[in-house]
C-alpha cells in the first residue's frame, strides 16, 4: 500500500459521525471504522476474524527521511480503507523460499486482527505484537496468518513492517553525526510500532497494559533487542523470543551484534560500492532504491550495531548486569534448527554437501583455530550425511548453546521459561532434500501462524496431533500473563536442572537434565563465541 492512497479515500466525510475515542475501543456506526490518534481506519471481515491492513505507524522513510528514525505520520480525516496489505520493506531474494524480492521502501505500516466473538464481551484483550524474521534482510508482516492467535487466543494480534538491509541497518559515520538517533532503523520502527500500540491498541479493544512481543529468527533477536534496549522501556510487558539466541554472539562470530567501529567501517565501503564519498550524505540519500538493493549483498548486516543508545551495550552484558526491561519473558529454540540452512545451499546448486566439503561449509561459520576443533566435536562419519553433521554443529552453535547462555543470564532477573520445538514430524515448505529436515528452524511458525510458508507456494498443512500441539503452543504465548499461575505445568527455567518446555507430540511436556548433552553445550561454552 501507497502512503499517498490515504488521500483517495472513497468513503464520505458524514462516515465520521459518532466516532470516539473511550477507555475501552472505539464505538462507531460501523464496527469496522476505528478512529486512530492519526485518523480513522476502516477494517474488513473475513470468518470472524476483524482486519485492519497496512495501516500507517510512520512517515514513508524516504528522500531526506532515507536513514532518519521513523517520523511520525500525516493525520486524515476521511476514514482510511485498511483492507489490503501493505506492500513489503523493499528485499532482494536473499533467503531463498523464505520471502519474496520487491517491496517498496513505503513500507512502515502495521496490521491489526482480532476475533468478532472476542471483542464481543467488552474486556480488554491481550495484545500480540509480531516482529517477523529474515535475517533482518526480507520478510513482511502480511507473511503471518493472525487467525488461531486471535480466534483461539482471544489476542488482538499486530503484525509490523520494519525498514530491512541497508535501508535498516546502516552505520555511516557522517549519518551518525547528523545529530539524530543512528544505525539500528529497523529497530527503531519497531518502537515506534509499540509507541503506536501504547497510543492506539485500546481503541481496537486490546489492553495496552497486556501487551507481549514476539519474534522469530532475526524476529526472535529484535525481541532480545528490545529487552536490551533502554528506548523500549514501558512498551511491553510479555516477550516470546524464538530462535533469538543469536545476539548473545560476541563479534567476531558469525552474525554477532556489530561493534560501531565495524559497522561504520561497513558502511563506508558501501557507500565506496554506489560511488558516493562516506561523508556525502545527500549522494547517498539521492541514490534510487533499485541502486541500492543492487550494490548491498556484500554489506548487509544480520545483527545489530552496538550504538551507544539503541543498543548501549553488548546485550549479554545488558542481560548479566541487569540493564534490561524486565518482563516475562519466553525463550525457545528448535530441535534442528541448523537443516534448515544446510538445505538452502543445496536447493541452490542441486547438490548435496559432501565429506570433501564440508570443511568449506563450516569455514563460513568459524575461524581456522576454532573449525578444527567443531570437526572433531561433530566428524562427518558418525553422521548419515555431512549435512547432518553441518546442521548439528549450527544447530548447537548458533541456536541451543547461546539460548542456555541467556536464560541463565537472565533467570535471576526476571521470570524465564524456556522450551525447545522437537516435533520433528513437522511439515515443511522447503525441499525436496537428500537428508530430513526434521524440526528445523522457522518449522514451528505454522503452528502459530496457520499455513505459514514463508515466500513459498508449497502449502504446509498440520495434522489433527500437530493441530492439537499448535493450540496448546497459541494458547501459551497469547497469555503469558497467566505464566506464574500455571506451576509445574511450565516452570521456571533453572539452570540448575536445565529444564525445558519440550514441544513433541502429541503435547508439549517438561524435561530436565538434556538439553545441555544433546546439543554439546559444554563444548561451545569454552569455544569463545560467547
Excluded at 533453572?494 to 545441555?516: C, H, I, K
Aim: proline share 7%.
Amino acid at each position: 500500500m501507497n502512503f499517498s492512497r490515504m488521500i483517495r479515500m472513497a468513503l464520505v466525510t458524514t462516515a465520521l459521525s459518532g466516532v470516539s475515542v473511550g477507555s475501552g475501543f472505539a464505538q462507531t456506526p460501523d464496527p469496522l471504522t476505528v478512529r486512530t490518534v492519526s485518523g480513522p481506519v476502516t477494517g474488513v471481515s473475513a470468518n470472524e476474524i476483524e482486519s485492519w491492513m497496512g495501516i500507517p505507524y510512520a512517515a514513508p522513510p524516504v528522500g531526506a527521511l532515507r536513514w532518519q528514525p521513523p517520523q511520525s505520520p500525516a493525520n486524515w480525516t476521511v476514514p482510511l480503507k485498511a483492507g489490503t496489505a501493505p506492500t513489503a520493506c523493499v528485499q532482494n531474494a536473499d533467503l531463498g523460499v523464505f520471502a519474496r524480492p520487491g517491496g517498496s521502501e513505503d513500507c512502515l505500516y502495521l496490521n491489526v486482527s482480532r476475533s468478532h466473538e472476542a471483542v464481543k464481551s467488552g474486556k480488554k484483550l491481550p495484545v500480540f505484537v509480531w516482529f517477523h524474521g529474515g535475517a533482518l534482510w526480507v520478510g513482511q508482516g502480511s507473511d503471518y496468518a493472525p487467525t488461531k492467535l486471535a480466534r483461539d487466543g482471544k489476542a488482538i494480534v499486530v503484525t509490523v513492517n520494519y525498514r530491512l538491509g541497508v535501508f535498516g541497518f546502516l552505520a555511516n559515520q557522517a549519518l551518525d553525526r547528523e545529530g539524530h538517533t543512528f544505525g539500528n532503523y529497523g529497530l527503531m520502527d519497531q518502537q515506534a510500532a509499540l509507541r503506536w500500540v501504547q497510543k492506539n491498541i485500546s481503541a481496537f479493544g486490546g489492553d495496552p497494559e497486556n501487551v507481549t512481543i514476539g519474534g522469530e529468527s532475526s524476529g526472535g533477536n529484535s525481541v532480545m533487542a528490545h529487552i536490551a534496549s533502554p528506548d523500549s522501556k514501558g512498551l511491553f510487558q510479555h516477550a516470546v523470543a524464538m530462535s533469538g539466541s543469536g545476539i548473545v554472539a560476541r563479534h567476531p562470530a558469525f552474525g554477532a551484534p556489530r561493534p560501531l567501529p565495524v559497522a561504520e567501517a561497513v558502511g563506508a565501503e558501501f557507500a565506496k560500492a554506489v560511488n558516493c564519498k562516506p561523508e556525502d550524505t545527500a549522494c547517498l540519500r539521492g541514490l534510487s532504491t533499485k541502486r541500492i538493493l543492487d550494490a548491498q549483498r556484500p554489506y548487509l548486516l544480520n545483527e545489530f550495531i552496538i550504538d551507544g543508545k539503541t543498543l548501549p551495550i553488548h546485550p549479554l552484558d545488558a542481560y548479566r548486569s541487569g540493564r534490561i526491561n524486565k518482563v516475562t519473558l519466553v525463550t525457545g529454540t528448535n530441535r534442528d534448527e541448523g537443516r534448515f540452512f544446510a538445505a538452502l545451499p543445496e536447493l541452490l546448486t542441486g547438490k548435496p554437501l559432501t565429506e570433501a566439503n564440508y570443511p568449506t561449509a563450516l569455514s563460513g561459520f568459524y575461524d581456522s583455530t576454532l573449525l578444527r576443533k567443531v570437526m572433531q566435536e561433530y566428524p562427518p562419519a558418525q553422521y548419515v550425511t555431512p549435512s547432518e553433521a553441518f546442521a548439528a554443529a549450527t544447530t548447537d552453535s548458533m541456536f541451543a548453546c547461546p539460548a542456555r547462555i541467556m536464560n541463565q543470564a537472565l533467570t535471576d532477573k526476571m521470570p524465564v521459561y524456556a522450551y525447545e520445538f522437537a516435533d520433528r514430524t513437522a511439515p515443511s515448505y522447503v525441499g525436496p532434500t537428500s537428508f530430513p529436515l526434521l524440526a528445523a528452524h522457522t518449522y514451528e511458525l505454522a503452528y502459530v501462524f496457520p499455513g505459514f510458508r514463508g515466500g513459498a507456494d508449497l502449502s504446509v498443512t498440520l495434522n489433527p496431533l500437530q493441530e492439537k500441539l499448535s493450540t496448546q503452543m497459541v494458547d501459551y504465548f497469547a497469555h503469558l500473563d497467566r505464566m506464574s499461575d500455571r506451576g509445574t505445568e511450565w516452570s521456571h527455567y533453572d539452570g540448575r536442572q536445565d529444564n525445558y518446555m519440550t514441544f513433541v507430540l502429541p503435547q508439549g511436556r517438561m524435561e530436565s537434565g538434556r538439553f545441555s548433552q544433546a546439543h554439546h553445550c559444554t563444548f561451545w561454552d569454552r569455544a569463545g563465541i560467547y
